[in-house]
């Protein structure tokens, strides 16, 4: 079995940074993409970003220019760094984990998913 656990958030004040860390254990594979998601109270969960195998980073416009996506594949690590934070940015935020080929259209795409960090952003 495949388990993704999320890392790294917190409370932090509006403009502050933080990195996510998520860490794939288990059977892994060599996952296609991978990408955050999250979930604000009362909201449906969103695309954050997306990283392909090779490395090519997909972002919401939301985030854009604020957050990064990487991986450390020998570590079976993705990372999003978060700079720039925003009250809006408070979510839940979750990673998953797509195995097979091709760029993930929605979320039901991914095979694993972790259980989420919460991420506090006070204004």
């Known amino acids: 079995q495949v388990q993704l656990v999320e890392s790294g958030g917190g409370l932090v004040q509006a403009g502050g940074s933080l990195r996510l860390s998520c860490a794939a254990s288990?059977?892994?594979?060599?996952?296609?993409?991978i990408g955050w998601y999250r979930q604000a109270l009362g909201k449906q969960r969103e695309l954050v970003a997306t990283i392909s195998s090779g490395g090519n980073p997909n972002y919401a416009d939301s985030v854009k220019g604020r957050f990064t996506i990487s991986r450390d594949n020998a570590k079976n690590t993705v990372y999003l760094q978060m700079n720039s934070l925003k009250p809006e940015d408070t979510a839940v935020y979750y990673c998953a984990a797509k195995r097979s080929t091709g760029w993930p259209i929605t979320q039901y795409e991914y095979d694993y998913w972790g259980q989420g960090t919460q991420v506090t952003v006070s204004s």
């Open positions: 288990g059977r892994t594979f060599s996952f296609n993409a």
